[in-house]
């Protein structure tokens, strides 16, 4: 048996997920706010046991996308201002081209190129079709040093 102040016995119900009607039984007797309380009744507001964490995904986790000449073309890029907006489709280019890989890359500049300078055009920037097709160049060679890009 216990003797506490009834704000007590509130705040481990509180404490403990327990709603206050439900630990009435265990209360003994009552002078004013001092109760007695039998910590070894049933109703007693017991700790209850810690839940375990579930797993938001389950599996192994995901590798990171591999980085490839589109992450090293919107690198340098962004080197001289340029970065991607919300409403281009330059994330997912350079994402396209991370997962072709290298070999496609380099089959597809001509594209790539016609890539850079529809956003160019929307941009208003000037685009120089032989610098364009360089930095797609420059951006595989510099990919090709990444362990994990894709071949």
């Not at 089959?107 to 097709?133: F, M």
């Amino acid at each position: 048996m216990i003797t506490c102040h009834k704000q007590h016995l509130f705040a481990r119900c509180a404490e403990r997920g327990y709603k206050v009607s439900d630990v009435m039984p265990c209360v003994v007797s009552k002078r004013g706010d001092e109760w007695t309380i039998d910590e070894k009744h049933p109703a007693y507001p017991k700790p209850r046991p810690a839940k375990a964490a579930k797993p938001e995904v389950y599996g192994p986790p995901k590798p990171p996308p591999p980085r490839g000449a589109g992450t090293a073309m919107k690198g340098m890029l962004k080197r001289i201002g340029i970065t991607s907006s919300p409403t281009c489709k330059c994330n997912a280019r350079a994402r396209e081209m991370d997962l072709k890989g290298l070999q496609w890359c380099r089959d597809n500049v001509e594209l790539i190129s016609t890539w850079l300078n529809e956003e160019a055009t929307k941009r208003k920037l000037p685009y120089v079709e032989l610098a364009g097709k360089t930095l797609i160049r420059l951006a595989i060679a510099r990919a090709a040093k990444w362990p994990e890009a894709l071949p």
